[in-house]
């Protein structure tokens, strides 16, 4: 490929410099962790925003903030007010490790986040990506960064037809990114990237008129913007589940998920999976059934023929579950007290337990009934 399409000759990569840099002045968006963009900032809103919309994390960043504004204050927290905070964002594993890592930069860098990358890459949560995102952002080192967004922008800047999340892909996309980076203003740079990423080189209906480097676009040129980069097929799988209010005297009970569950450190009403989907009527039958055997075995506490309240559908990654939710009264029983935590919670304090999404829309329902 040689003229304006190819991106290893250096006037295409001064002009794609320059264009990129110019839009980026006149569009970028008033978004909070750029008005203070110190790497502790810029660390918090990047972990929040990975495989997160903007507009969700906005909120999100600033009551974190304003309760931990800064590693130390995040180090010392309790870990349970973490969870807390960060409850309805998902993918919890990222608070754990964005605590976990604040109390590193305290123990071992003195409190002040590092500045180099070998440090920061060494940080629980931090992969090359988010690494060269907070140097390049906050210090304007020269890094090169590679997320979503512009794994979409760049495969079809150069082209690339093949699966960009590849060995092949990744090294590509990873020798375009460092080469095209500029030798100053590389946080802006970068931000210009993925914002054009987010807001014009869209997944579905790119907006190329208004693309500032659609003129240096492999892709624009060959018409291929529908079939670059190479979409995966998505398979998702059914799933059935079951969970259990047990209530005594104007208190419900709570299991916290172990390390190896899917929302680790939360607390949660008692679920189990249901063996297979059938017929509606038929299901939670055998769900009250199972319930009925399945809680007092692993809480110790008796319970009543549990009675249906609701049925939720939600998805988490590969998975589509439909919850059915029932209450029963606790009849008989101790709680035991091995295994995963239990502890019985009033109604009025639930607000204060980090639950996942699921388990706080059946809090709510048990605070209004």
Known sequence: MEGPLDWRQADWR???RSAILRW???HA???????QATPYAVWISEIM????????VKPYFARFMAEFPNVASLAKA????????WEGLGYYRRARQLHAAA??????????FPEDSQSVSGLPGIGRYTMGAILSIALDHRQPILEANTIRLFSRLIGFRGDPTSQEGQQRLWEFAEQILPRKHVGQFNQALMEVGSLVCQVRDPQCASCPVRARCAAFAGGLQATIPLAKKKRYEEVAEAALVVAKKGSVLLRQHTGEERWTGLWDFPRLTLPG?????????QAARLLLSAIPMETGIGVSTP??????????????ITLECFAADAVDGRLKRSGAKLRWVKLQELDDIPTNTTGRKIARLCQQR
Do not use: A, C
Not at 29 to 35: G, N, S
Not at 49 to 56: A, I, K, P
């Open 103 to 112: 109390r590193v930069v305290v123990d071992q860098h003195g409190g002040v």
């Open 307 to 320: 009675r249906w309240m609701k049925q939720i559908k939600y998805g988490v990654t590969r998975f589509r």
């Open 29 to 35: 968006r008033d978004l909070p962790w750029r008005r």
């Open 24 to 26: 980026y002045r006149r």
């Open 78 to 85: 309790d870990e349970q007010d973490v969870l807390r905070l």
């Open 277 to 285: 989907p059938n017929g509606e009527k038929s299901q939670r039958q």
């Open 49 to 56: 925003l990975q495989q997160t919309q903007v507009e969700t």
């Open 14 to 16: 001064r002009r794609f």
